[in-house]
T-cell receptor, first 114, second 112 residues
């Protein structure tokens, strides 16, 4: 069964550094998403991406964040100048059609900012 | 904007007992409703979803949920739980062409 994969599974970085989280969505899916889950808190929507551009973003997704689909398979989330409060689990998801279609989630990347 | 409230942060239950995890939402428009499960150290897995049609939705692993528009609820139920159902359960709502909002989650612990 096809699945969404994410790398790395864990990332430790120093405050102020840039990190890139990578995701490989399911191959025939057209919509891609990033969510984050701060430890002990709810899953929060960050951004959705379709047709090579951002279609929706939350208030969390400020200028510190950017997304990119650099090739036909990868979908990346870049966090510039990380802050302590960026420590969280970051989930990538993809869906075949729109946002109301089933979103398939990856296993997540646990980011720790020191 | 839509929001989701999961009324119980933790639900302990004995094996083979029935369980109901409560979810209420608020929205001014039509919504799509979802339940996801998160097992320890894993990503989110869709249990079931309501888009339209029958208000009783059946999902995987024997779970079902009922959409009640008048009470703006979408409670998740299972008639007999197993130890393996121990996990975090998230209710989520999506308005038309809008982002998906998750509830805070309910931790279901099934005891032998």
């Amino acid at each position: 069964e096809p699945e969404v994969t994410q790398t790395p599974s864990h990332q430790v970085t120093q405050m102020g550094q840039e990190v890139i989280l990578r995701c490989v969505p399911i191959s025939n899916h057209l919509y891609f998403y990033w969510y984050r889950q701060i430890l002990g808190q709810k899953v929060e929507f960050l951004v959705s991406f379709y047709n090579n551009e951002i279609s929706e973003k939350s208030e969390i997704f400020d200028d510190q964040f950017s997304v990119e689909r650099p090739d036909g398979s990868n979908f990346t989330l870049k966090i510039r100048s990380t802050k302590l409060e960026d420590s969280a689990m970051y989930f990538c998801a993809s869906s075949e059609q729109g946002r109301w279609e089933t979103q398939y989630f990856g296993p997540g990347t646990r980011l720790l900012v020191l | 904007a839509q929001s989701v409230t999961q009324l119980d942060s933790q639900v302990p239950v004995f094996e083979e007992a029935p369980v109901e995890l409560r979810c209420n939402y608020s929205s001014s428009v039509s919504v799509y409703l979802f339940w996801y499960v998160q097992y320890p150290n894993q990503g989110l897995q869709l249990l079931l979803k309501y888009l339209s049609g029958s208000t009783l939705v059946k999902g995987i692993n024997g779970f079902e949920a009922e959409f009640n528009k008048s009470q703006t609820s979408f409670h998740l139920r299972k008639p007999s739980v197993h130890i393996s159902d121990t996990a975090e359960y998230f209710c989520a709502v999506s308005e038309n062409n809008n982002d998906m909002r998750f509830g805070a989650g309910t931790r279901l612990t099934v005891k032998p």
